[in-house]
């Protein structure tokens, strides 16, 4: 991994991604939430890769749940390797938590930091989506203009403890069909057209 000559940086969150890369400040790093870049492709990583050439890039996550009985989950490491391999970051860590738990004996164990995959349509007009939780199903409100990145708080449907039941931070993935009809690729083609002259990149300068 990479090297760090200064100890003090700053939490890149995105309501600040434009001033910050406009304005280019000296920082030691800049550090992210690891589980918000898990995607492969996407604004949100353009982003931080537009950042890592900028600064060193902490990771810090929030889900890999080093205390949990449960064990690690597999899925979650091998994203947070491809990322590590992406962003060769300056330092790796994560929450030493029980931030995962078994539903039941022999049942796959539920997050309690999660992501929530999500069609490019339902983040762009809005949509209810059902989401698992430890002790059944909720219906989440994803607004309208949901950007892939964004987590919301389903609030008394985490992991229960002595201490109390701790929320679900649900983290939203938009993803990207890989096969379109004919009739899709033409109403996305329209979208485009009807689009032209917008970039969502426009404060990365290109």
Partial sequence: MQSCEHDVGIGLRQPHYQA???GRPALGFVEVHSENFFA????????????????????????????????????????LDRLVRRIDPVRVSDHASFARAPRQAGAAPVHA???LPVAFTEAALGADIAVPTLDGKVTLRVPPGTASGRTFRVKDKGVATAQGTGDLLV?????????LSDQARALLDQLRRAEAGHTPRAHLGV
Wanted: no cysteine.
């Fill in 40 to 79: 492969d492709g996407g604004a949100a990583l353009a982003v931080l890769q537009a950042a890592r050439e900028r600064w060193p890039v902490s990771l810090h996550g929030v889900g890999l749940s080093l205390g949990s009985a449960a064990g690690l989950d597999d899925w979650h490491l091998d994203r």
């Fill in 171 to 179: 983290t939203v993935e938009v993803t990207v069909p890989q096969h």
């Fill in 113 to 115: 930091n999660d992501l």
């Fill in 20 to 22: 910050l890369l406009q």
